[in-house]
């Protein structure tokens, strides 16, 4: 690590003084300063004489710059910073507070004037970086995070993870103090790093330490470039607490580096032809559409291609309704993955007993093609790039940005003949779609009256209540009721599974929603809002309407039937599979936890006759502009 | 044939009836369920097993399913039932003798036979919402 420059080159910042006279300053300043008066003249700059220090008791008619020189700047390396992230444009900031930051916090908040970005509090690290993922996946552009480089970075790294597995972009800002003769004694030291971002680099696409005004521009604007290239993925910036604190040099022309972002990477042409061909020849091709539907152009592609073709689509945001939604990769001849997290889980079942066997549910001879933007990315340590599955073909692009190219080839490519061949594809996929509608149907009838109350219930009392609103399923499951059309309405989990994700993102993502006045709804497991139900304060805090329905089964259910399975294969007692998975005794009662910060809030509601009434009070209340919670007992799965 | 004196006509009589209604009476107990020859068990016993074992962690508290298959209304037959339960051949793990006896696997099947039959979803108008 290069030390300060103390040059004068114009794109840089000189230290306003030595590390020595600063250290006689704030010699002089512990031992008694003058109380500071406002509008005391900003520091001069570079390589000033030592700075004397007038004693207590009346300054009278001293001038003020003599009084309180050394002690005032109103033009701190931070303001700079402020520009930089305005010319990003950054809607909101998240944070947990943290000394280490205090410079850029100051300058946000009064230079900045508080708005774009908005500084938004947050209880816990991991929440503010939980709400940063779930907002980019409704907004499309990263929400900035702001952390001290140490121990909030500790907190905030599960969520980082699931970020980066979810290819979500996060903007990581770290407060540090590198140079150790800045520290003060104590904290400051225990929340000091040398190479801060080192213990989540596994997981972030790219971070820097800026050392000068100058290289934090090119740094800032460089690490959102990057998080905005395919694939995207979080990054951290470190802000020395020196650089942010310490007075910019009059008269320097320090550069606001311009943004570009790239356009991303498309299929190559030769490829694309191929993958039509085989597109167009296939008797029962499956689309599955992986992490597509982040936006409505990728989910129009969707649409258009699956028409085109007459076959059907699962996942990637297709439309719950559209008759060619749904697909079975058993039956099928031809599979296009399009950004498909796990290839290999998706043809593919293992079974977990004692001896592990796998099995391909492939059709013998059928085809897989695979079009992602990860092939151009791929990291080793952390395993989230699952199992390997051999290919047909393997195309390293983009997926939204190839589909045009493909789409138009298939349409080139389709003769009269294969066009009814489609048509009477597409009938069949249809009415299979319907018989399973039916058996939704029947499901749910059998699971209507039941206490604790099933998910199957609450998905149908909600949709009653929410089909004819501008609604978004910010977190957690949607029944099949639901008539899922837009990007916003289904923004998928965490990614890497990482719980206690639910919570957070639901409040994040409502913080994106409000301005279109969107209905935000969550299905709030129990176990992960309690990981940090700070979260819940936030959104009370910063008005963010959100709707919370419970999914209250008092247990890490996953965990309990491990538990079990763990049991059986010993044969050993099964009784005490809930030790160290359930959350009873007592039960926690989430409503009185919600009212506690601010919610309106219900519960435990046990009986589903109940439920319809009590959410359509609880939405009343999200739309003056409350949040809302519904604590819903509910069966265990 | 020489009758004693102490069963007397009317003992016979009350022989000859019960002989005669043998059939009948048979037919009112509940018959086991089809393709097994098990006595029925004991189905109060049943939902307590069901509950201390576990079984509704996977399969609903009422056996309606979940992370696990549907087990009621109308399960299988409780040869089946046995059958799968010690050799799954899916996700589920397997249950031995040791685990849970047959015996109380005969219970908890009787458990899965008193849950009643669900309504028909056309009668239940959310099920039935257009949008």
């Given at each position: 690590m290069a030390k300060k420059q103390q040059t004068k080159s114009p794109a840089t910042t000189s230290p306003v003084a030595t590390s020595e006279e600063r250290r006689s300053f704030l010699k002089m300043a512990a031992g008694g300063a003058a109380a500071l008066v406002a509008g005391a003249k900003a520091l001069p700059a570079q390589n000033a004489a030592p700075v004397q220090m007038a004693m207590a008791s009346a300054p009278a008619e001293t001038d003020a710059t003599d009084l309180y020189e050394g002690m005032?700047?109103?033009?701190?390396?931070a303001d700079f910073m402020v520009d930089v992230f305005k010319s990003i444009g950054f809607e909101y900031i998240a944070s947990n507070p943290g000394s280490s930051f205090r410079g850029l916090q100051e300058s946000f908040i009064n230079y900045g004037k508080n708005r774009s970005p908005e500084w938004i509090t947050c209880c816990h690290e991991e929440s503010s970086v939980a709400m940063a993922h779930a907002y980019y996946k409704i907004e499309g552009k990263p929400m900035m995070v702001m952390a001290h480089g140490t121990v909030g970075l500790q907190h905030a790294a599960m969520a980082i993870y699931n970020s980066y597995v979810d290819r979500v972009p996060v903007y990581i800002v770290l407060g540090n103090?590198?140079?150790?003769?800045?520290r003060r004694p104590g904290a400051e030291w225990s929340h000091?790093?040398?190479?801060?971002?080192s213990m989540v680099r596994d997981y972030v696409k790219w971070d820097d330490m800026p050392i000068s005004l100058a290289h934090f521009s090119e740094s800032a604007v460089r690490a959102y470039k990057i998080a905005m290239t395919p694939p995207t993925e979080p990054v951290i910036i470190v802000a020395d607490s020196d650089l942010q604190e310490r007075p910019i040099e009059p008269?320097?022309?320090?550069r606001i580096a311009r943004l570009t972002l790239p356009r991303p990477p498309a299929g190559d042409s030769g490829a694309v032809q191929e993958v039509a061909r085989m597109l167009v020849a296939a008797e029962n091709p499956v689309v599955l559409g992986g992490?597509?539907?982040?936006n409505q152009n990728s989910i129009n592609l969707l649409v258009e291609l699956a028409e085109a073709l007459q076959c059907p689509v699962n996942g990637g945001?297709?439309?719950?309704?559209?008759?060619?939604a749904g697909g079975n990769v058993r039956t099928a001849d031809l599979i296009l993955a399009l950004e498909v997290p796990d290839i290999w889980g998706a043809v593919n079942s293992m079974t977990d007993q004692l001896e592990r066997t796998t099995q391909s549910n492939?059709?013998?001879?059928a085809k897989i093609i695979t079009i992602a933007a990860t092939d151009l990315y791929t990291k080793s340590?952390?395993?989230?790039?699952?199992r390997f599955q051999d290919l047909d073909l393997a195309i390293a692009a983009d997926a939204e940005a190839t589909l045009p190219s493909l789409i138009e080839a298939v349409k080139r490519l389709t003769t009269a003949d294969r066009k009814n061949f489609f048509a009477d594809r597409g009938k069949k996929i249809a009415a299979s779609r319907q018989a399973a509608d039916e058996r939704a149907r029947r499901d749910a009838a059998i699971e209507w009256d039941l206490s604790p109350i099933s998910a199957s219930r609450i998905n149908y009392e909600l949709w009653e209540q929410i089909k004819n609103k501008d609604w978004s399923l910010v977190n957690g499951g949607g029944g099949g009721v639901w008539n899922f059309t837009k990007s916003y309405q289904r923004i998928g989990g965490s990614g890497g599974a990482?719980?206690?994700?639910?919570a957070p993102a639901s409040v994040g993502a409502a913080l994106a929603n409000k301005k279109y006045g969107r209905l935000s709804i969550s299905i709030q497991n129990d176990g992960d809002l309690?990981?940090?139900?700070?979260v819940l304060w936030t959104a009370a805090h910063h008005r963010i309407p959100l709707l919370s329905v419970m999914n209250?089964?008092?247990?890490?259910h996953q965990e309990v039937m491990h538990l079990q399975r763990m049991a059986c294969r010993h044969n050993?007692?099964?009784?005490?599979?809930p030790i160290g998975n359930v959350i009873t005794?007592?039960?926690?009662?989430y409503a009185k936890l919600a009212q506690s910060m601010g919610w309106y809030a219900e519960g435990p509601?046990?009986?589903?006759?109940e439920v319809g009434p009590a959410l359509k009070r609880a939405i009343a209340q999200v739309e003056k502009g409350t949040p809302a919670l519904l604590d819903t007992v509910m069966q265990p799965r | 044939m020489r009758i004693s004196s102490r069963v007397g006509l009317a003992g016979l009589f009350m022989m000859a009836v019960l002989i005669a209604i043998a059939p009948y009476a048979r037919a009112q107990a509940p018959a086991p369920a089809s393709g097994t020859s098990a006595p029925a068990g004991n189905a109060a016993n049943g939902k307590k097993l069901y509950n201390d074992i576990g079984c509704?962690?996977?399969?609903?508290y009422s056996g309606q399913g979940g992370a696990g298959a549907k087990?009621?209304?109308?399960?299988?037959s409780l040869a089946g039932f046995t059958r799968y339960i010690r050799?799954?051949?899916?996700?589920m793990p397997p249950y031995t003798a040791k685990l849970v006896s047959d015996a109380q696997l005969a219970d908890i099947y009787a458990f899965l036979l008193t849950i009643p039959k669900p309504p028909d979803?056309?009668?239940i108008p959310l099920l039935n919402q257009t949008d």
């Open positions: 005032i700047t109103e033009h701190p390396g103090t590198f140079d150790a003769t800045q000091s790093v040398q190479d801060a971002a008269g320097a022309k320090n992490r597509l539907g982040r945001g297709f439309p719950s309704r559209h008759p060619l492939l059709k013998a001879g340590n952390y395993q989230d790039f699952q990482g719980v206690g994700y639910g309690m990981y940090a139900p700070g209250n089964n008092r247990a890490y050993r007692d099964l009784t005490t599979a005794d007592p039960n926690i009662d509601i046990t009986d589903p006759k | 509704w962690q996977c399969h609903g087990l009621a209304p109308d399960p299988i050799k799954p051949t899916r996700a979803p056309k009668s």
